[in-house]
């Protein structure tokens, strides 16, 4: 069972990046950060199990206050992306100019 | 616990669907059925919170993760009026194979190096109480967590919501419009 959780912890954080990498969609990117987020939660979760702690939930709590609020922040960056050069294919978001 | 197969059984089983909600939010081309995706990832894994008897955890997945984050992707999708990409992306070109095997070596090195660690006597002295029985005796996981986070952690709890704060303050300058 605790193999299960890490393994499965990697394959979603490896999945995630992959995302970040290869998509050009910049909110599937924002997506793709948000499920690398949950997999570091998971692995967390999974150790707190395995080692009959408190303290790994306790972190997960806390992160997952902090990518709510970075996600909030995230999409107004997206917002402002998206009236500077309207599009958000990062494609198009290719010069520094502000 | 006596019924472990089970609890192996539907872990593997939930862990699976996971993974297949993590490849559609991948190759999917509309970003609505990416969100979706990344939607099934966030319940079954609390889902799986839930089997190993972290209810409270389980229950903030849900709401924060599950019922705010991803509401406030789905209405940015429908703001902006966003439609699928209209050129096929490549997978057969050199970036997304280099990127493939990049990502491959970072899982394996990754998963080696966590696996490697359960054997490990000095992860073992790390031991806490906290098992299922002990915790089912001190009143339950929310009542434990709680007490854990008032007494012990109370300075990073207050932390967090002064985050919270900024992060709120961050989000209205950022997206509202400006008068020059």
Redo the contacts between chains.
């Keep these: 069972?605790?193999?299960?959780?890490?393994?499965?912890?990697?394959?979603?954080?490896?999945?995630?990046?992959?995302?970040v990498?290869?998509?050009?969609?910049t909110?599937?990117i924002?997506?793709?950060i948000?499920?690398m987020l949950?997999a570091a939660?998971?692995?967390l979760?999974?150790f707190?199990?395995?080692?009959?702690?408190?303290?790994g939930?306790?972190q997960?709590?806390?992160t997952?206050?902090?990518?709510?609020?970075?996600?909030?922040?995230g999409?107004?960056?997206?917002?402002?992306l998206?009236r500077h050069f309207n599009s958000?294919?990062t494609e198009n978001a290719a010069t520094l100019k502000g | 616990m006596d019924n472990l197969d089970f609890l192996n059984c539907v872990i593997t089983i939930l862990g699976i669907f996971a993974g297949l909600s993590g490849l559609v939010l991948l190759f999917s081309k509309q970003p609505l059925t990416c969100a979706l995706g990344l939607l099934g990832v966030l319940i079954f894994t609390a889902g799986i919170y839930g089997m190993i008897g972290e209810h409270f955890i389980a229950t903030i997945q849900l709401v924060v993760y599950a019922g705010a984050i991803m509401v406030l992707f789905i209405f940015s999708i429908m703001l902006f009026n966003i439609k699928h990409d209209g050129e096929k992306f490549d997978w057969k070109s050199p970036f997304f194979v280099v990127s493939l095997l990049l990502v491959g070596v970072i899982f394996t090195l990754l998963a080696r190096t966590v696996l490697q660690s359960f054997d490990m006597p000095v992860i073992e002295s790390q031991r806490g109480i906290f098992t299922r029985s002990m915790i089912a005796e001190l009143g339950g996981n929310s009542q434990v967590l709680a007490h854990s986070l008032f007494t012990q952690h109370f300075i990073s709890f207050e932390a967090i919501s002064l985050a919270l704060l900024i992060a709120l303050v961050g989000a209205v300058v950022l997206a509202k419009r400006k008068f020059d």
């Design positions: 069972m605790e193999t299960t959780i890490q393994v499965l912890a990697a394959f979603l954080f490896a999945l995630g990046l992959l995302t990498m290869v998509r050009r969609n909110i599937i924002l997506m793709g948000e499920m949950n939660n998971l692995s979760v999974g707190a199990q395995y080692l009959s702690q408190v303290d939930q306790i997960v709590f806390f997952i206050t902090i990518a709510a609020a970075e996600s909030a922040i999409l107004s960056i997206l917002v402002n998206y958000i294919k």
